[in-house]
């Protein structure tokens, strides 16, 4: 590896950032593209050049066992704001999404600017969301009126056994020097609460349950389409799947591509025990329609539910997407498009660790999704 100003090239030619600062410079673009294993660069909208309406912050959580899964967010896009909850059934393979939209925040949810402190929270006569975090745990209260129908959804969920290792990257675009993406991805937390929907709990044990972070800031272009995937429970690396392996580790990964200019680094990560093992470029080799162009839907354009084959270019990532269940959520209101389309299923394959160990992976439950936003 070779030094370089505040990063380090690796020998697939992506810039690891090794030192802080803020992640804008003057002009308002990023000052180093790149990867990291934790939040290195400091977030600072005031550093943006840009009308503050292109600004979009997020907090994303996803908690899930063998059976359910919960996901929740909590949005500032400036021109609106995203209140949003799901819960998927992978024993009935349903699920339910409701969102609750609001004009104009502006800023005005003041979501903290570091992954790991603070508390990220909006409430009215309807949704009550409250993210608060520490550097050793997280915890999640959530109400949300009228979520199905005439049924309230409410959650309380804490996450700890935070890994030691997490995935960032700091992207820009080509086409405009001020957009950028600073986003952080921490999989494989453990998680323990329960959440009530119609009156029904659903408790998720500590043993068998996880949880992730999508943590996201930044300045987007208009018009974007891209690609993730995430997966995370219980492996033994030897294709026997369960907790009661004797040398059970928590396995987790997250890929993804597709916005942005990530030349100089891509987001793909496998975790063990909370340990990274980078990954190069891939694709998600999801079977493709005759329909493949611009103006077509997502579903248009893939078969999204036959088998995908993940893999990547070096021979380090090979695995089978078995779909499920697709969460469909979309808008079009003209000005403004959303077409998103999270399928959940079977991952099965192998991944080459960095001291080339083949850690083999059986029936680990994951989501991939193809996301076209026009906003």
Not at 192 to 207: A, P
Not at 264 to 279: Q, W
């Amino acid at each position: 590896m070779s030094e370089k100003a505040n990063y380090i090239v690796n020998e697939r030619g992506e810039h690891q950032i090794v030192q802080g600062g803020p992640l804008l410079g003057e002009d308002g673009s990023i000052v180093s593209p790149g990867f990291a294993y934790n939040l290195v660069y400091t977030y600072n909208r005031e550093g943006a050049k840009v009308s503050s309406v292109r600004i979009k912050e997020w907090d994303y959580y996803l908690i899930n066992d063998g059976k359910r899964a919960l996901a929740l967010t909590l949005g500032d896009l400036d021109y609106l704001g995203m209140l949003s909850a799901s819960v998927m059934d992978f024993e009935t393979m349903t699920y339910k999404t409701t969102s609750e939209i609001l004009p104009l925040p502006l800023g005005s949810y003041n979501l903290p600017r570091d992954s790991s402190n603070g508390v990220s929270a909006f409430k009215n006569k309807r949704v009550d969301f409250r993210f608060e975090a520490t550097p050793l745990r997280r915890i999640l209260d959530v109400s949300f009126a009228k979520f199905d129908g005439d049924e309230e959804l409410s959650a309380h969920v804490e996450l700890d056994n935070i890994p030691r290792d997490s995935m960032v990257i700091a992207t820009p675009w080509k086409e405009d020097k001020h957009a950028f993406y600073y986003n952080q991805k921490i999989v494989g937390m453990r998680a323990e609460g329960s959440f009530f929907k119609g009156g029904v709990e659903h408790v998720f044990d500590k043993e068998d349950s996880f949880g992730l972070l999508d943590w996201g800031r930044g300045v987007w272009t208009r018009d974007n389409m891209w690609y993730w995937g995430v997966a995370q429970g219980w492996q033994n690396g030897h294709g026997d799947n369960g907790a009661d392996a004797p040398d059970k580790h928590v396995f987790a990964f997250n890929i993804g591509y597709g916005f942005g200019d990530t030349s100089l680094a891509s987001e793909n990560m496998v975790f063990v025990d909370g340990i990274a093992h980078k990954i190069g470029r891939l694709d998600f080799g999801i079977p493709k329609t005759d329909k493949f162009d611009t103006s077509k839907t997502v579903s248009e354009r893939f078969y999204l539910n036959e088998p995908w084959h993940i893999k990547d270019e070096e021979g380090r990532f090979d695995m089978i997407f078995t779909p499920q269940m697709d969460r469909v959520d979309c808008i079009n209101f003209g000005v403004i498009i959303t077409d998103q389309h999270q399928v959940y299923g079977l991952l099965n394959g192998y991944v080459i660790l960095d001291d080339s160990t083949k850690f083999e992976v059986k029936d680990l439950r994951g989501s991939a999704e193809v996301v076209r936003n026009k906003y």
